[in-house]
């Protein structure tokens, strides 16, 4: 059973990635987002940028502050410094404090969660989406 639960999770991982894939191809030319995994220092200043600025709406719910940690050469010390703001053990998952309710009621859907459309073939879509981003007078909140 455990087995056929994950492989339905992974037929339906693969699906909204792919989704993702066409929607960004449907709008019109993909921008680069110039990222190299080899830098480091940028990688760290982006992971400050996201919990500083993004965590707030978006969860990275399938990501723990110890991968990030890991995977950006930073000891525990310094991720529950810098990145750690919700005063969550290192082993946590990175959860967003804002609910689907208040979500839906702030923006009319709830915010989705970026841990799997953040991965390095896909950021050229995220990049692609914030720099098309424009302020609509018409919405609430632009």
Known sequence: ???SLLARMAVLL???WMSAFALAASGGDTLQAG???EDTAS???????YMNNCVGCHSLKYVRYARIGEDLGLS????QANLNFNGGKIGDHVISPMTAAIGVAAFGKAPPD???????????E????LKSFYLDESRPVG
């Open 1 to 3: 059973m455990k087995a």
């Open 14 to 16: 693969a699906g909204l």
């Open 35 to 37: 990222v190299d995994l």
């Open 43 to 49: 990688l760290q200043r982006g992971a400050q940028l």
């Open 76 to 79: 525990e010390e310094d991720v």
């Open 114 to 124: 970026l841990s799997v459309f953040s991965r390095v073939p896909a950021s050229n």
């Open 126 to 129: 995220i990049y692609t989406y």
